[in-house]
């Protein structure tokens, strides 16, 4: 069974529309981690969370914001969607804010 | 900054060749060193890790050596087969924080 859920697998938005991705860790891990993967740049570390408080954003832009109603939960919300934001978007986790990283499978968003 | 960088592109080798994927670091004191696995579809997984100088890490038999003299931690296979066509990372984990510094990713195909 994955540990790592991520949903949903696929979605297709439009330009300027605003998404949620969601992300849940059944690992008892302390930290969890959003991630960005396109053909422009392989793998990219968006934001780090520590018990729920956010520990480091590499991500410009403020469209980008993470969400943790749960200590097992970090949702990534993207406002106002543009086409570059196409991409897969990866939740990772770890015991605590260390190494190593287990990631989940991820979820596909194109924006047309 | 500290940084990873691993061979290019890639690599396009018969099943049981013999496989190597350079990995060349540059951080100050003792990374650890990590390499990562990731499947069409799925998330990157950690492979191994080695902390030391002249540690081996491996993993379904894949290694490397961490070679602090040569800042190198090299991924090694005697005899690839089709199931390990993959992308393969390299990354570290600096002494003074925990975000990882991922290589740019290398693409194994095995040719038919």
């Known amino acids: 069974d994955p540990k790592i859920i991520q949903k949903p697998k696929y979605l297709v938005a439009v330009t300027g529309s605003e998404k949620i991705l969601i992300c849940e860790q059944y690992?008892?891990?302390?930290?969890m981690y959003w991630y960005r993967q396109s053909a422009k740049k392989p793998l990219e570390f968006m934001f780090s969370?520590?018990?729920?408080?956010?520990?480091d954003n590499q991500t410009a832009s403020s469209r980008f914001q993470p969400q943790s109603s749960k200590k097992n939960h970090l949702d990534l919300q993207i406002t106002a969607l543009k086409p570059d934001d196409s991409a897969t978007y990866f939740c990772?986790?770890?015991?605590?804010?260390?190494?190593?990283?287990?990631f989940g499978s991820g979820t596909r968003l194109t924006v047309l | 900054g500290d940084s990873v960088t691993q061979t290019e592109g890639q690599v396009a080798l018969s099943e049981e060749d013999f496989l190597t994927i350079h990995c060349n670091y540059s951080?100050?004191?003792?990374?650890?060193l990590f390499w990562y696995v990731q499947y069409p579809g799925e998330g990157p997984q950690l492979l191994f890790r080695?902390?030391?100088d002249k540690e081996k890490g491996s993993s379904r038999g894949f290694e490397a050596t961490y070679d602090k003299g040569t800042t190198s931690f090299h991924l090694r296979k005697a005899s690839v087969q089709e199931s390990d066509s993959a992308v393969y990372y390299c990354?570290?984990?600096?002494?003074?924080?925990?975000?990882?510094?991922w290589g740019s990713g290398t693409k194994l195909i095995i040719k038919p």
């Open positions: 690992l008892g891990h302390n930290a």
């Open positions: 080695a902390s030391r």
């Open positions: 990772a986790s770890s015991q605590d804010a260390g190494v190593p990283l287990y």
């Open positions: 951080a100050s004191g003792y990374p650890t």
């Open positions: 969370y520590s018990y729920q408080k956010l520990m």
């Open positions: 990354a570290l984990s600096a002494d003074s924080n925990y975000q990882l510094i």
